[in-house]
T-cell receptor
């Protein structure tokens, strides 16, 4: 079983819609969760971190964490073509090593 | 957040040769990490580089193939030795930054390696 699992996509949404990206993790003791955006040919860029159950909002981005279900998601409101990228979910279970999911490719169609 | 400079940004190398990738951070960090990202894949951790001790390698990666140096708290190198086309990948340097008490990972620009 992989530490972090994501649907590879691609996920296609029209411009202005809400994009919903999902991630599950295996280590129940994990405390830190992250979403990275990676444009083609570029390195990953941190866009959200979340540490406690519930929602965390930052502009058009909302991260949601449910530790009981071992589930973390990222919502992107008012999706823009510039949001088209691969989104990587990462978990830091022991504050010593990060585990990355395989990434979900998002296409926002104008 | 830490600013990480990685070079070269890309290179095309002949099989059997070696390439050394450099990673410079603008602040002192305890641990530096080296990842590989093969085309269309996620990040795979190669090793963790600690200053003053041997690097810790993940399963499937060995020091003879990927020697790492960590001479001080702001710099590290990764060498890809005796390269084959299977080593063609993006190699990423990463550091963890404890901002506001929480640890977040940041990445260098990456090195796109093509072995011919």
């Amino acid at each position: 079983q992989k530490e972090v699992e994501q649907n590879s996509g691609p996920l296609s949404v029209p411009e202005g819609a809400i994009a919903s990206l999902n991630c599950t993790y295996s280590d129940r003791g994990s405390q830190s969760f992250f979403w990275y955006r990676q444009y083609s040919g570029k390195s990953p860029e941190l866009i959200m971190s979340i540490y406690s159950n519930g929602d965390k909002e930052d502009g058009r981005f909302t991260a949601q964490l449910n530790k009981a279900s071992q589930y973390v998601s990222l919502l992107i409101r008012d999706s823009q073509p510039s949001d088209s990228a691969t989104y990587l979910c990462a978990v830091n279970p022991n504050f010593n090593k990060f585990y990355f999911g395989s990434g979900t490719k998002l296409n926002v169609k104008p | 957040s830490a600013v990480i400079s990685q070079k070269p940004s890309r290179d095309i190398c002949q099989r059997g040769t070696s390439l050394t990738i450099q990673c410079q951070v603008d602040s002192q960090v305890t641990m530096m990490f080296w990842y590989r990202q093969q085309p269309g894949q996620s990040l795979t951790l190669i090793a963790t580089a600690n200053q003053g001790s041997e690097a810790t390698y993940e399963s499937g990666f060995v020091i003879d193939k990927f020697p790492i140096s960590r001479p001080n708290l702001t710099f590290s190198t990764l060498t890809v030795s005796n390269m084959s086309p299977e080593d063609s990948s993006i190699y990423l340097c990463s550091v963890e930054d404890k901002g506001a008490g929480n640890t977040e990972a940041f990445f260098g620009q990456g090195t796109r390696l093509t072995v011919v």
